[in-house]
């Protein structure tokens, strides 16, 4: 059977870490067990915020980039504050941590660069991508945002050539976001980002969603949407279940970690543990591997939990995994508000392999709570539960305590990235 191909446009790619990356990294290492072969395009000189080498491992053998040159401002932005380095990983000061520079960054972001500060690569890579696709057989074309310039290549490609098939993929929301709002953004530019996302959703041919909710709100946008979540790859999960450390109870967070999706009352109960409960404090750890945002760390080390904190900063993948299994229960946040409940982030579904119990906050009735009720794996809390919170923590410290707390891995199966792939090929037009 002759193998058809795709052509993945993708802003991510290794040696790029963080969350972004996986998705369209994994399926392209799945595909080909499908029958279909993968051609990535993206930049040659990006500016990505974070570096993950241990990723590239999983860049199938013989797989052929293509790539062409990005100018993006970032540079130029971060000579003028450093703050900026948080925008390109959609990072935001709120409120009162918020210095004029931040406020006039975020106002310029929003509103000259539309959609994003990748729009320089739009243009060029439709004039490429135009003359590539009539020379190379192509199959379908899928263009994976944020960032959401990605999806304008799509659309101008779709304008030039009406018979393209072509899949956008929103790993995260455009309007929708949480962080959308803080743009700060002019009646006028805020038009223009609803115009141009409304564009890619009625020329797509088939719009993905990582999660339910995202799905249901992009049909009801005029998109042909369709869920698939992120997952777990099984290869990254086999030797995930050890045994825990037995000299420490540990909460992790593994990830990035900012404002806009501070636990507060979680460190307020954690807070009152170790002070009111000395056997919890003799045995807790909280545990950070990844970039936590420096204001959320201090109010943490300005408190009782100072001495229990354990940060290992930002590590690779590989080493990541591994810190998963090496805890007890592993904490997930969302943003608050109910536009959010539809964000399932990607992490949720390798906590899930390690058979570790998970505790998650976000708004009332998220996707991350039915895939906790659905695998039996942990809790989900608002922002402005405590009691039940305190209850929850102390319930698995004491079944940890007497050896019980045992691990848990309930139909999972259908997370796996294997599986995500097959029911990607299966919707491939």
């Not at 929003?110 to 057989?137: H, T």
């Amino acid at each position: 059977m002759e193998q058809k191909k795709i052509l993945i446009i993708t802003y991510y790619w290794p040696p790029a870490g963080g969350p972004g990356v996986q998705r369209w990294l994994k399926f392209a290492k799945y595909l080909p067990e499908s029958g279909w072969n993968p051609v990535i395009y993206t930049p040659e000189n990006p500016s990505y915020p974070l570096l993950d080498e241990s990723l590239l491992k999983d860049v199938p053998q013989n797989i052929e980039i293509v790539k062409t040159k990005i100018w993006e401002p970032y540079q130029l932005a971060e000579k003028l504050n450093k703050s900026n380095k948080k925008f390109k990983a959609g990072q935001f000061d709120v409120g009162k941590n918020q210095s004029w520079k931040s406020k006039l960054s975020i106002w310029v972001r929003g509103n000259f660069f539309i959609p994003d500060a990748r729009v320089f690569w739009v243009k060029p890579s439709i004039k490429f991508l135009e003359q590539y696709l009539k020379e190379n057989k192509i199959n379908v074309v899928v263009t994976s945002g944020p960032p959401h310039s990605l999806h304008m290549i799509g659309l101008g490609l779709k304008k030039k050539l009406p018979n393209l098939k072509w899949i956008a993929d929103f790993r995260d929301p455009w309007t929708e976001i949480s962080y959308y709002k803080h743009l700060k953004l002019t009646k006028s530019s805020d038009r223009k980002h609803r115009q141009l996302e409304s564009a890619v959703f009625k020329n797509a041919d088939i719009t993905l969603a990582t999660s339910y909710t995202d799905a249901e709100n992009f049909r009801k946008a005029g998109a042909n949407a369709i869920c698939i979540t992120n997952g777990f790859d099984e290869s990254d999960a086999s030797a995930t279940h050890e045994k825990s450390q037995e000299k420490a109870f540990t909460l992790s967070y593994i990830g990035v970690l900012e404002q806009l999706r501070n636990p507060e009352n979680l460190w307020k109960v954690l807070d009152e543990l170790v002070r009111e409960n000395k056997e919890f404090a003799d045995h807790f750890t909280l545990k950070f591997a990844g970039r936590i945002d420096d204001k959320i760390l201090q109010s943490i080390e300005n408190s009782n939990l100072k001495d229990h904190i354990l940060n290992l900063g930002y590590i690779s993948h590989d080493k990541a995994v591994e810190e998963m299994a090496q805890s007890n229960l592993l904490l997930i946040t969302n943003f608050p508000n109910e536009s959010s409940k539809g964000i399932i982030p990607g992490k949720i579904f390798e906590y899930l392999a390690t058979g570790k119990q998970i505790i998650s906050f976000g708004p009332d009735e998220a996707d991350v709570s039915r895939i906790l009720a659905e695998t039996a794996s942990g809790k989900h809390f608002g922002y402005d539960d405590s009691k039940a919170v305190k209850d929850f923590i102390l319930e698995k410290y004491e079944l940890w305590k007497n050896g019980n707390l045992l691990e848990n891995t309930q139909n999972i199966e259908q997370f796996s990235r294997r599986n995500l792939t097959k029911k990607l090929a299966e919707i491939l037009p």
